[in-house]
């Protein structure tokens, strides 16, 4: 929806379950970043002035969107939605961050939020000759803005090309045409380009023929499989954790018996505690022999590495989240923390490199990927 004046925005605010909320501040003491960061979010303040129609965006743009609060909110308010929605106020107001309007100038110019040429959007897939998607493909691997244009995820992506190659998979790339998948407008609250770009985006991958879309990062599968579903998208759409689960249930990719090898596996508050992934990635692991050893908060209870609700655009003062997870990944004694997204890669990555850790940090696929028969 477009937002046409504040009153009609409000009413509309107000009408997102918020009466449920009976101001308990559960939702305030449960939330990361107020607990380690220092840069407190009164959520419980957020809700109550939506209750009542007030415009209040005290630190709202400080939420990662990770959803621990509501695991913890006894009347099961729609929290992060609501802080959402606040946004697209304070977005139509014109009071989002100034780096937030450049995220968006970004991917209005060049497809993403972070600057990148249009050109360079296929440069990790260089020597691989995959298949332009717009040929025609059963899966279609869509990459995501982080993943196309950080070196270091390429790695990553490139694994898991390798390994789709090798199970025989009939899969494509949309190469230099691929464009972001909206998150951060959504995150922002620009609801009315966020509207165009979807539908342009639904009818080139309708256009494919995928059966099924294959994510690299929960960011994209989540709006894929809510965003874009409501606004008609038919494909089926799967991180690649759970696609990769499946062709191993299927029998279609087989891994060798490597050494037993302990690693901690950080769950991407996205896709575990926004898409239900949490058994899939961990049976791969144990599937291609590793032990995991759990951190102190795992799986729906994982804390955000910091980077969700458009935070890996703005910067905050206090303790990193990603300083938060490396120092419960040290505490358990394994040499190699596991994820699933190109945000806790690099956010994991930076905090492990400036605070000179003795711990690795890797993308699922690329340790599978050595054990692949
Ligand atoms: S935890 Fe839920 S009920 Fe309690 S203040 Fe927060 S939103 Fe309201
Ligand atoms: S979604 Fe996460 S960061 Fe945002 S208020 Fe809730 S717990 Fe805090």
């Given at each position: 929806?477009?937002?046409?004046?504040t009153?009609?925005k409000m009413l509309e605010i107000m009408g997102m379950g918020t009466t449920l909320c009976?101001q308990?501040?559960?939702c305030?003491?449960?939330?990361?970043?107020?607990?380690?960061?220092?840069?407190?979010?009164s959520v419980r303040s957020i809700i109550r002035a939506a209750q009542i129609g007030q415009e209040y965006y005290d630190?709202i743009?400080?939420c990662?969107?990770?959803?621990?609060?509501?695991?913890?909110?006894?009347r099961?308010v729609d929290i992060v939605n609501i802080i959402l929605a606040v946004r697209t106020m304070a977005?139509?107001?014109?009071?989002?961050?100034?780096?937030?309007?450049?995220?968006?100038?970004?991917?209005?110019?060049?497809?993403?939020?972070?600057?990148?040429?249009?050109?360079?959007?296929?440069?990790?897939?260089?020597?691989?000759?995959?298949?332009?998607?717009?040929?025609?493909?059963?899966?279609?691997?869509?990459?995501?803005?982080?993943?196309?244009?950080?070196?270091?995820?390429?790695?990553?992506?490139?694994?898991?090309?390798?390994?789709?190659?090798?199970?025989?998979?009939?899969?494509?790339?949309?190469?230099?045409?691929?464009?972001?998948?909206?998150?951060?407008?959504?995150?922002?609250?620009?609801?009315?380009?966020?509207?165009?770009?979807?539908?342009?985006?639904?009818?080139?991958?309708?256009?494919?023929?995928?059966?099924?879309?294959?994510?690299?990062?929960?960011?994209?599968?989540?709006?894929?499989?809510?965003?874009?579903?409501?606004?008609?998208?038919?494909?089926?759409?799967?991180?690649?954790?759970?696609?990769?689960?499946?062709?191993?249930?299927?029998?279609?990719?087989?891994?060798?018996?490597?050494?037993?090898?302990?690693?901690?596996?950080?769950?991407?508050?996205?896709?575990?505690?926004?898409?239900?992934?949490?058994?899939?990635?961990?049976?791969?692991?144990?599937?291609?022999?590793?032990?995991?050893?759990?951190?102190?908060?795992?799986?729906?209870?994982?804390?955000?590495?910091?980077?969700?609700?458009?935070?890996?655009?703005?910067?905050?003062?206090?303790?990193?989240?990603?300083?938060?997870?490396?120092?419960?990944?040290?505490?358990?004694?394994?040499?190699?923390?596991?994820?699933?997204?190109?945000?806790?890669?690099?956010?994991?990555?930076?905090?492990?490199?400036?605070?000179?850790?003795?711990?690795?940090?890797?993308?699922?696929?690329?340790?599978?990927?050595?054990?692949?028969?």
């Open positions: 929806m477009i937002v046409e004046d009153g009609s009976y308990c501040g559960e305030t003491v449960s939330c990361p970043v107020g607990e380690f960061t220092g840069e407190k979010i630190n743009w400080a990662a969107t990770c959803k621990l609060c509501e695991n913890y909110c006894p099961n977005f139509s107001k014109r009071k989002a961050p100034e780096k937030i309007e450049k995220v968006i100038w970004d991917i209005f110019e060049n497809g993403n939020p972070w600057g990148g040429k249009k050109k360079e959007r296929a440069k990790w897939a260089e020597g691989m000759e995959i298949k332009d998607a717009s040929e025609g493909v059963d899966v279609l691997l869509y990459v995501g803005c982080e993943a196309a244009y950080d070196p270091k995820q390429h790695g990553n992506v490139r694994s898991i090309a390798e390994i789709l190659r090798r199970a025989g998979v009939n899969f494509g790339i949309l190469g230099n045409n691929e464009r972001c998948c909206g998150e951060p407008l959504k995150n922002a609250g620009e609801i009315e380009y966020l509207e165009e770009l979807v539908s342009q985006n639904i009818d080139q991958f309708e256009g494919t023929g995928a059966k099924i879309i294959v994510t690299v990062s929960p960011h994209c599968s989540k709006m894929f499989k809510e965003v874009y579903r409501k606004a008609g998208l038919k494909i089926e759409v799967m991180h690649y954790t759970e696609y990769l689960n499946r062709l191993y249930s299927e029998g279609l990719i087989k891994f060798k018996v490597g050494n037993s090898e302990n690693v901690t596996y950080h769950d991407p508050c996205l896709l575990s505690r926004g898409e239900g992934v949490i058994e899939e990635p961990r049976d791969l692991l144990k599937a291609s022999g590793f032990k995991i050893v759990e951190m102190k908060d795992y799986g729906k209870n994982s804390i955000c590495c910091g980077g969700g609700g458009n935070r890996m655009f703005l910067e905050f003062k206090g303790k990193r989240l990603a300083d938060v997870r490396t120092d419960q990944a040290i505490e358990t004694g394994t040499g190699i923390i596991v994820t699933a997204c190109p945000y806790c890669n690099m956010n994991l990555h930076d905090s492990v490199k400036t605070r000179a850790i003795n711990i690795k940090v890797m993308e699922l696929a690329e340790l599978l990927k050595e054990r692949i028969e």
